[in-house]
């Protein structure tokens, strides 16, 4: 936490070792962290602990030579302070697949007779100079292993081991994905179809269940082909409703003209987003954030609030990795129903990227959270 402390009165200097930070986790008593300069002029600095997943509240405080403290914000802390939502999602569990993580290979209609997928460390592959499979694993540092299509060895003809004949289908194991609010799924592959006889031709397909896969529901049916890891992620009720039976599919096929078709899975994810009371339990004190809407959108969504009181509000727009994206608001405003409008883009006005993000409503020491989806 960075913050730039200027005295800017007739007399006297700032007393370069008054800076301070304080902020509380989680609704506990306030603790004080010295900030020092940085190198930067007038700029100082202190840490906030990291947090898995909580609610954070802060303030700063600095004196000048005379003695005389400022506070920012100028009410804190009794009359309103900073707050932000602090690892915005956290890990529900992680599968590397370093270790067998119960996975199971096969499903009615599979016909692959080569290709069929296998947890190994892969080997990588050319076709013309250009990659077909990735020599490494997605999972970074010391990991290995990973799902892919036909563990091929090293230098071996890629036609050799791809997935022919038909699908070849990875099942995950069960999990539950009722804790917490708005789940999100992420995982990584790489998909290949574009080097052989007739290139895009078939699909790579990804499905989810929420009985125990009785039933099933598309994520992914693409054609196009992605040669390096790619990250993928998503809100699971944007697709279906969390339960504790969920389940997700990988399927890769080779069912139409002859073709070079391999694929790869790692790292697989859930992440939750805490639950965030925005109340004090004083009769009109209800701090409101709706659900953006539409949901999910292509360019514009408009994000409608209400405020209990007139004050400070802020509205920010952040990915799922806790980096701020929009800040949509940031004013004084009165008390009562607000709507502004996101257009996709970010501060700097580009277009964000296709996928998840979760919008922050922070007011008077309390945050609201909810998930928003762009789509193009």
């Known amino acids: ?100 993580p119960g996975w199971t290979v096969g499903a009615p209609g599979d016909a692959a007779v080569t290709g069929v997928w296998e947890r190994g460390n892969p080997n990588g592959t050319l076709v013309n100079g250009q990659q ?76 989810i269940s929420n009985d125990g896969g009785v039933t099933w529901v598309p994520v992914e049916n693409t054609t196009q082909a992605n040669n390096s890891w790619q990250r993928v992620v998503f809100f699971i009720d944007d697709f279906v409703t969390p339960t504790a039976s969920m389940r997700m599919r990988f399927v890769a096929q080779d069912s139409l003209n002859p073709s070079l078709v391999e694929a790869g899975v790692d790292d697989f994810r859930m992440l939750v987003f805490p639950d965030v009371a925005v109340g004090d339990g004083s009769p009109g004190a209800a701090l409101a954030l709706a659900p953006a809407s539409p949901n999910p959108g292509p360019l514009h969504t408009t994000l409608r609030f209400t405020l209990p009181a007139a ?24 008390a009562g129903p607000h709507a502004v409008e996101w257009n996709g883009r970010d501060d700097s006005g580009s277009r964000v990227a296709s996928g998840p993000y979760f919008v922050e409503l922070a007011f008077g020491g309390r945050a609201a959270a909810e998930k928003v989806t762009i789509v193009r």
Not at 21 to 43: F, K, Q, V
Not at 318 to 328: I, N, W
């Open 1 to 100: 936490m960075r913050a730039v402390i200027q005295y800017h009165g007739p007399f006297g200097t700032l007393d370069t070792s008054s800076p301070a930070l304080h902020y509380s986790i989680d609704g506990a008593p306030y603790r004080t962290a010295a900030m020092t300069p940085t190198g930067n002029p007038y700029e100082f600095g202190a840490s906030i602990p990291s947090q898995a997943a909580a609610i954070v509240r802060y303030w700063f405080s600095a004196k000048d030579s005379y003695g005389a403290m400022n506070t920012d914000p100028p009410v804190a802390p009794a009359g309103g302070v900073y707050t932000f939502i602090a690892g915005p999602a956290a890990t529900a569990f992680m599968q590397t697949m370093e270790s067998d």
């Open 132 to 207: 077909c499979a990735p020599e490494d694993d997605h999972t970074p540092g010391s990991g290995t292993v990973c799902w892919v299509t036909g563990l091929g060895g090293p230098a071996e003809d890629p036609g050799l081991n791809d997935v022919d004949g038909g699908k070849t289908t990875l099942t995950t194991n069960l999990f539950n994905a009722t804790a917490g609010r708005y789940p999100v799924l992420e995982y990584y592959r790489w998909y290949t179809n574009d080097l052989g006889a007739s290139p895009g031709e078939d699909y790579w397909r990804t499905l």
């Open 311 to 334: 004050g400070r509000a802020i509205l920010r727009v952040y990915d799922l990795g806790g980096r701020r994206v929009r800040t949509l608001v940031e004013a004084s405003l009165e």
